[in-house]
């Protein structure tokens, strides 16, 4: 399918814009009261903030006041470098720079993840109808697999590109990027689950596609633009028609990965080859209570072929809120691969139901999907199950003066089978959680569940302690620990397993900041430490004045395993260790430049003693020129 033909789909998608004279913000509404913007989202003026489409895995709400706009974002990924990903994610869906939201915003970790409110000048999303940015990126990369080994690389890179971002109108926006070099400016959050065997999700970071990312939101995430690995041009086009809203993206990708999912895990497969890829999405408001949406992905290769197009709904009125999708996919897998269905094919849907109010909560959920079911442009790690949920909660809301502010009982109950019926999971959990004084959430959650691995029933359980506070305005510490049975997965056998995290955010004045993670995680059983992981991400940021910023970061990674406790071998000893330096200096935004350098390093049972195996440093410059 060629370029031409993929873009004429994806327009058919896109109703013509129209109305130049319209307002973004005119469907916002006008907050009754102030918002103290300090990263915790209680103020009573919130609830009649407007919900709006969001990235995949958070909730986003907005409202007016004076000449602001405020944001309120909560996600439910608890990782110390999420707020990042949030702050990149309002400043792409608002159009203004990460460095303002930076400044204008508050964050806090809690035990469901993170919240953040951001306090936006509506004058500084005034954005030039066109605008050119051109990059040049240099980048030499070297590596080498043993200490004794002479490094080797392709020496120096010089790779061109172009941006151009048009808004005619605050109905229509449409960006284009040539060669786009998308080198990681900040690296990727470290993690690491060995009680998992889904591939982990990785947030998207890159502007271009972050921008108008809330366009192709849907129940269902079949557009995670992390899939697009590699691509040397890419088109988005987004907008509005006064009720309804829509998006298209256009790109071709020089490296193609997808997950491969199954009902008890996924990994990722890469083709060695390029790819066409393709995502249209359309909603259309009916009245202020219901939306309908249609939305399509495509990719296409030289003997591969992914599909998928599905309906979807939503309905909310007062405390009450209710969505629904159905999706369908036909694929076409190359034969090396060597799956048992090259041709798999297979509908996906679900159905939720949500109560919220002040005090009280409840919902619930039906999802089922097909073991043909893919989506490669998107992350649905798992196929092939039907899952039901029902859930709820009740808050005690304290005095005015009280030190408890608020007291949260949760608990919800989830049953999993595979499509022939084996019961995959059946889960019980509850959580008790206070908000106390220094903006401070502690707590503890319960959980048991039979899981089905490997052909043999387990039971799992698990008891979390959690909190999260404010010893200073300036600083935030925080912790886990988790201990209860659990499955080896490598040896299908119960242990005693333990997770602690413990995790530090400090800034000293405006321009420095600190930012520490530590997680470890172990596993004893059968008179043995069968395993014992720790990962720790370090970062340190310097505003050196409004212009300039310098970056550092060290990650590292240590696994032990105890190889006389499984049947098959096992890694004993592996380490890995990855730091990063980045000096930025900023005209504004879109000019800049970018200079650094990495350094990694590991050993494991073949290389015992830890060694640098890999180099890289990177120059890149970009220049913004508005007509």
Do not use: C
């Not at 960006?175 to 690491?192: G, M």
């Amino acid at each position: 399918m060629t370029q031409a033909r993929l873009l004429s789909i994806l327009l058919l998608l896109a109703p013509a814009a129209h109305g130049a004279g319209t307002d973004a913000f005119a469907g916002l509404p006008r907050l009754p009261a102030p918002i103290v913007v300090d990263g915790v989202i209680e103020e009573a003026a919130w609830q009649a903030a407007t919900p709006l489409q969001s990235p995949a895995r958070t909730t986003m709400r907005a409202g007016l006041g004076g000449d602001l706009l405020y944001v309120a974002v909560r996600s439910p990924d608890a990782g110390t470098w999420q707020v990042e990903a949030l702050l990149a994610a309002v400043a792409a869906r608002f159009g203004v720079g990460t460095d303002l939201v930076r400044v204008m915003s508050a964050a806090r970790r809690t035990a469901a993840g993170h919240e953040l409110e951001v306090a936006i000048p509506l004058a500084a999303m005034d954005r030039p109808a066109l605008e050119v940015v051109a990059t040049l990126a240099a980048t030499g990369v070297q590596s080498r697999n043993a200490r004794a080994e002479a490094w080797h690389g392709d020496g120096a890179r010089f790779e061109a590109g172009v941006d151009v971002a048009w808004v005619p109108s605050p109905a229509l926006a449409v960006a284009a990027t040539i060669n786009p070099e998308f080198s990681q400016l900040a690296p990727d959050r470290a993690r690491l689950d060995l009680s998992s065997n889904f591939v982990l999700y990785v947030p998207e970071r890159r502007p271009f596609f972050m921008d108008g990312s809330d366009v192709f939101a849907t129940p269902f995430q079949v557009l995670h633009t992390r899939r697009i690995a590699a691509p040397d041009f890419g088109v988005r086009i987004t907008g509005n028609t006064g009720d309804g809203t829509y998006g298209a993206l256009v790109a071709h990708d020089t490296t193609t990965e997808f997950l491969l999912p199954d009902a008890l895990g996924s990994t990722i497969a890469i083709l060695d080859q390029t790819a066409d890829v393709a995502a249209g999405r359309y909603r259309h408001e009916l009245g202020d209570d219901a939306s309908v949406g249609v939305v399509a992905t495509v990719r296409h290769g030289q003997d591969y072929h992914n599909g998928v197009v599905g309906v979807d709904g939503r309905w909310a009125h007062g405390h009450h809120s209710a969505t629904a999708q159905v999706l369908r996919s036909q694929s076409r897998y190359p034969d090396a691969l060597g799956l048992v269905d090259p041709e798999p094919e297979g509908d996906a849907w679900q159905f939720d139901y949500v109560y919220d109010s002040d005090e009280w909560s409840f919902n619930t959920w039906h999802t089922v999907v097909d073991p043909g079911f893919r989506a490669d442009l998107g992350y649905i790690g798992q196929v092939g199950y039907e899952k039901t949920l029902l859930g709820g909660s009740h808050t005690w809301y304290g005095d005015e003066d009280a030190s408890i502010a608020g007291t949260r009982l949760s608990a919800d109950f989830d049953i999993t089978h595979r499509h022939d019926g084996q019961l995959l999971e059946r889960e019980a959990e509850a959580q008790l959680q206070f908000d106390g004084p220094m903006r401070s959430t502690f707590g503890v959650q319960v959980l048991a569940r039979d899981r089905y691995w490997d052909g043999i029933f387990f039971d799992e359980s698990h008891v979390n302690v959690f909190g999260a506070w404010f010893p200073a305005a300036n600083v935030q510490l925080g912790g886990n620990l988790r201990v209860g049975p659990q499955i080896d997965l490598f040896a299908s056998r119960t242990g005693q397993g333990r997770y602690v995290d413990v995790w530090a955010e400090m800034s000293v004045g405006l321009a420095h900041s600190v930012e520490f993670d530590l997680v470890r995680q172990s596993l004893e059983r059968d008179g043995g430490t069968a395993f014992a992981a720790t990962v720790m991400d370090t970062r340190y940021a310097w505003q050196i004045d409004t212009r300039q910023h310098l970056r550092f970061s060290v990650q590292a990674s240590r696994i032990d395993r105890d190889p006389a406790l499984y049947l098959d071998p096992v890694e004993a000893t592996s380490r890995d260790l990855a730091t990063q330096l980045v000096y930025s200096f900023q005209l504004d935004p879109r000019t800049s430049v970018y200079a650094g350098g990495t350094l990694g390093a590991f050993l494991d049972d073949d290389n015992p003693d830890l060694f640098a195996s890999d180099r890289a440093a990177f120059v890149k410059l970009s220049y913004a020129w508005e007509p």
